[in-house]
């Protein structure tokens, strides 16, 4: 591990939009889907500041750099316990800075909430060619759920579906 930065963690603000829209794209492209990304700064307005929004977000921030990684979140249902999770979406270090204690820290913070809100899991998912966030996620003791799938329904399909019809019968 290189040696660690002054850095600060807190709650993003609507001033860190601009910020987050760029973490979050920086994540896209690291992940190989900047293809897939078509998000503004007014779609990140609604999901973390609108008076219903559905997220929240944490960010790392360097006195001398400004914005340097998020951590997006947001609710979860587990129903077989009758209990509220937190789902992180997103969480994104710019990666001259990574292995530096940043991201560990994000992920830290968010159990501190997890905790003090009285929410027992968090869970979140990672692309299995992503060996360097794998091995921080074992390091901190998250288990890899084996007998899950992640499935998505988008597109066409989607649309077909809210129609009473599916693609294949």
């Not at 947001?74 to 992180?88: A, D, N, P, S, Y």
Request: net charge negative; with cysteine.
């Amino acid at each position: 591990m290189t040696a660690a930065v002054p850095f600060l963690i807190r709650s993003a603000t609507p001033a860190d939009l601009p910020d987050v829209c760029r973490l979050v794209r920086g994540l896209a492209e690291y992940e190989k889907l900047l293809h897939e990304f078509t998000a503004t700064e007014a779609d990140f307005d609604r999901l973390l500041f609108a008076p219903d929004h559905v997220a929240d977000a944490l960010v790392a921030t360097l006195p001398d750099r400004g914005t340097v990684g998020l951590a997006l979140f947001h609710r979860t249902v587990g129903t077989f316990k009758g209990q509220i999770g937190l789902f992180l979406e997103d969480l994104f270090v710019e990666p001259d800075l990574r292995g530096k204690g940043i991201g560990k820290a994000l992920l830290a913070t968010l159990a501190r909430i997890a905790v003090e809100r009285g929410h027992p899991v968090i869970e979140w998912r990672v692309l299995n060619w992503n060996a360097p966030s794998i091995a921080v996620y074992e390091r901190i003791g998250s288990t890899k759920m084996t007998e899950w799938h992640v499935r998505r329904l988008t597109g066409s399909a989607l649309a077909t579906l809210a129609q009473g019809e599916s693609q294949h019968g």
